[in-house]
């Protein structure tokens, strides 16, 4: 298992930008694929982005491709998730997410290990 703690998260105005931060402890970072999720109030959890060990493999969600960006820093122990033009349907609570699976998982039970949340508000 491995420890997440996100951070970042806040109140912006539609059209602003955020940059998420999520930092990883316990068992070696770089041997998990990882990713961000979301969800919003009524909603299900729903996968944003990931990115494989190196950080040479990225792959998003359609709503999200274009303004998001996913990156990981394995001598940090952190990946991040910076977006752009934001719209007020991203609000939502982002989750950090760990898994020991191979390939491009993006369904929640593919991920063992999940951070406690981040409150993204975007304000039209």
């Known amino acids: 298992q491995v420890q997440l703690v996100e951070s970042g998260g806040g109140l912006v105005q539609a059209g602003g930008s955020l940059r998420l931060s999520c930092a990883a402890s316990g068992r070696t970072f770089s041997s998990y694929n990882m990713a961000w999720f979301r969800q919003a109030p009524g909603k299900e959890r729903e996968f944003v982005a990931g990115i494989n060990r190196s950080g040479g493999r990225t792959h998003y969600a359609d709503s999200v491709k274009g303004r998001f960006t996913i990156s990981r820093d394995n001598a940090k122990n952190t990946v991040y998730l910076q977006m752009n033009s934001l719209k007020p349907e991203d609000t939502a609570v982002y989750y950090c997410?760990?898994?020991?699976?191979?390939?491009?998982?993006?369904?929640?039970?593919?991920?063992?290990?999940w951070g406690q949340g981040t409150q993204v508000t975007v304000s039209s």
């Open positions: 997410a760990a898994a020991s699976t191979y390939g491009q998982p993006e369904g929640p039970a593919d991920f063992g290990s």
